[in-house]
């Protein structure tokens, strides 16, 4: 399996800072053929399912902010989130879809300072 | 808009075998190439992949579940199900049916309690 790492497990941003989570994988999930980092983002607030983000680590989902962006290859992928926001408060996931079990991170909590 | 509604018992006995639906609205399970998947969340902790099946009837099943995990399409419903076998404390959790991929959708997810 591949073991997805976050960091940090949670973090605490002023409102209009930025703020910046961590994934690592344990193997590349960068397919050569296609060139994709197969590689996702999650936000879950307190009592919804999750919501994708980002998905081939750097593509927003239609609708989400441009505040949030996705960067990495290979093995270390960040989600950053510019200009935080009071509805931004939530868990944040990554995962793998490389191969199968699809994995998650542990998620990191961001709150406002 | 696609969306998901998981439905099932809320409450299951040791041993048992749990079965969920997912009822899909706004797209057909058997167009396109997409993967519906059931992931869980037991409560306070972090998402756990269940399994899934695609357009095809291909399944990939988590293999610290696999002996126990069964997921089906129902075409002519537009529905997807999962049985899940021997259940025990340890599964405890909020179900969630997923539509994978890019424009992914979860549904709301339904708690499931496993105690006699």
């Known amino acids: 399996d591949i073991v997805m790492t976050q960091s940090p497990d949670s973090l605490t941003v002023s409102l209009g800072e930025r703020a910046t989570i961590n994934c690592k994988s344990s193997q590349s999930v960068l397919y050569s053929s296609n060139n994709k980092n197969y590689l996702g983002w999650f936000q879950q607030k307190p009592g919804q399912p999750p919501k994708l983000l980002i998905y081939w680590a750097s593509t927003r989902e239609s609708g989400v902010p441009d505040r949030f962006s996705g960067s990495g290859s290979g093995t270390d992928f960040t989600l950053t989130i510019n200009s935080l926001q009071a509805e931004d408060v939530a868990v944040y996931y990554c995962q793998q879809y490389y191969s199968p079990p699809l994995t998650f991170g542990g998620g990191t909590k961001v709150e406002i300072k | 808009q696609v969306q998901l509604q998981e ?46 099946i695609h357009t095809t009837g291909t399944t990939n099943y988590n293999p610290s579940l696999k002996s126990r995990v069964t997921i089906s399409l129902d075409t002519s419903k537009n529905q997807f199900s999962l049985k899940l076998t021997s259940m025990t404390a340890a599964d405890t959790a909020v179900y969630y049916c997923v539509r994978e991929g890019t424009s992914g959708r979860w549904g709301q997810g339904t708690l499931v309690t496993v105690s006699s």
Do not use: F, H, M
């Not at chain 2, 609205?25 to 306070?44: E, F, L, T, V």
């Open chain 2, 7 to 52: 439905s099932g018992p809320g409450l299951v006995k040791p041993s048992q075998t749990l079965s969920l639906t997912c009822a899909v609205s706004g797209a057909s399970i058997d167009s396109g190439s997409y993967y519906w998947a059931w992931n869980r969340q037991p409560a306070g902790k972090g998402l756990e992949w269940i399994g899934r």
